[in-house]
C-alpha cells in the first residue's frame, strides 16, 4: 500500500511539472537572456558514445556540451553565459518544446553542415524557452 501511494505521489508531481511546463506563455514579462550563433557540424552530431543524434534538441545540446565542457568548437562557434552551466543543457529539449523552430530548421540541424541562431528567453537567470533559426 505504501508503494502504491508513493506511485501516485510521483505520477502527480510528474504531470503537475508536465502541465507547469505546457502553461509557459510569451507574456512579454520574459527577456531575452542571452543569444549566440554556432555551427553545427559533424562532432555535433554525434553523442560522446558515438551514437547518431536524431533530435535537434539533442544537436544544439551536444554543440554547447562541446563547446563548454569537451572544448570541441566550430570556427566561429560563439559563447553563451546560459548552457555553460550543465543543469541548463539539460533543460534545452523542453525549452525548446516551449519555443519556437520550424521543420525545416530542425530538419537542417539534424543533417548537420548549417549554421543557427540560439535565443534563449527566460526572467532573471531561469530560463524558460529557447527560438532557434537556421541562418544562412
Known amino acids: 500500500m505504501k508503494k502504491f501511494i508513493l506511485s501516485l505521489l510521483f505520477v502527480g508531481t510528474m504531470l503537475s511539472t508536465a502541465s507547469a511546463q505546457s502553461t509557459i506563455t510569451h507574456d512579454g514579462s520574459a527577456r531575452l537572456l542571452n543569444s549566440y550563433r554556432a555551427y553545427i557540424g559533424s562532432d555535433d552530431l554525434y553523442n560522446s558514445k558515438g551514437e547518431r543524434l536524431t533530435q535537434p534538441w539533442q544537436i544544439i545540446r551536444q554543440d554547447r556540451a562541446n563547446y563548454h565542457a569537451y572544448r570541441r568548437r566550430d570556427r566561429g562557434d560563439q559563447g553563451d553565459n546560459f548552457f555553460s552551466d550543465p543543469a541548463n543543457r539539460q533543460r534545452l529539449e523542453a525549452m525548446l518544446a516551449s519555443g519556437a523552430i520550424t521543420d525545416a ?23 524558460e524557452w529557447v527560438d532557434v533559426h537556421v541562418e544562412e
Not at 541562431?117 to 530560463?127: A, K, L
Open 105 to 127: 530548421a530542425a530538419n537542417d540541424i539534424v543533417r548537420g553542415n548549417v549554421w543557427i541562431r540560439v535565443e534563449i528567453y527566460g526572467r532573471g537567470s531561469i530560463g
